[in-house]
Antibody
């Protein structure tokens, strides 16, 4: 079964750093891009950025560029989303999702399947 | 402000048919890029519902169908059931600075 399993909920203070993870299984991890998607409380889905696990190439939404960093460790089939200095406005549910189909030639047709179960990040003083 | 525009809410009685629209522009749907739909049940992660404008993944009932025309796309649900009550999101590719992958703002479906 193709699956993405995310790390557990986090409660942090403003200014702290954080890294959350997304582990893929049941498929060739390096063959498919992984994206991160934010969902703020009661709001819709926002695409943040993606990574190609085969070479760690990334690109980000302009809204998130410079605020977060996406990385991956292909040796353990895991992608990461990290912050160096959290703000209260980072409070949200974060999902990882696999791009399909694989390969950059068809990037314009990409959809997301499957999704991780989500990681709730709460930032509060 | 989402790049793709959806109505905030729709509703229908059990057994009825509802449609959810997704309106884009010349940099996304109007440029010929595919539209995909996701269902998010309360308290759960989004799940792929329709891909490539009108294709259903294995396991998705044929009560769900998708279509695309010009700068818009639609999701239709027939034979509405209580279990269909959820948030629905469209997604496409965008060639402007907003993207490249963009979502609609989401539509809350209420089954009366």
């Amino acid at each position: 079964e193709v699956q993405l399993v995310q790390s557990g909920a986090e409660v942090k203070k403003p200014g702290e750093s954080l890294r959350i993870s997304c582990k893929g299984s049941g498929y060739s991890f390096t063959s498919y891009w992984i994206s991160w998607v934010r969902q703020m409380p009661g709001k819709g889905l926002e695409w943040m950025g993606r990574i190609d696990p085969s070479d760690s190439y990334t690109n980000y939404s302009p809204s998130f560029q410079g605020h977060v960093t996406i990385s991956a460790d292909k040796s353990i089939s895991t992608a990461y989303l990290q912050w160096s200095s959290l703000k209260a406005s980072d409070t949200a549910m974060y999902y990882c999702a696999r791009h399909y189909p694989p390969g950059d030639i068809v990037a314009t047709t990409n959809w997301f399947d499957p999704w991780g179960q989500g990681t709730l990040v709460t930032v509060s003083s | 402000q989402s790049v793709l525009t959806q109505p905030p809410s729709v509703s229908g009685a059990p057994g009825q048919r509802v449609t959810i629209s997704c309106t884009g522009s010349s940099s996304n749907i109007g440029a010929g890029y595919d539209v995909h739909w996701y269902q998010q049940l309360p308290g759960t992660a989004p799940k792929l519902l329709i891909y490539g404008n009108s294709n259903r993944p294995s396991g998705v009932p044929d009560r769900f169908s998708g279509s695309k025309s010009g700068t818009s796309a639609s999701l239709a649900i027939t034979g509405l059931q209580a279990e269909d009550e959820a948030d629905y999101y469209c997604q496409s590719y965008d060639s402007s600075l907003s993207g490249p992958w963009v979502f609609g703002g989401g539509t809350k479906l209420t089954v009366l």
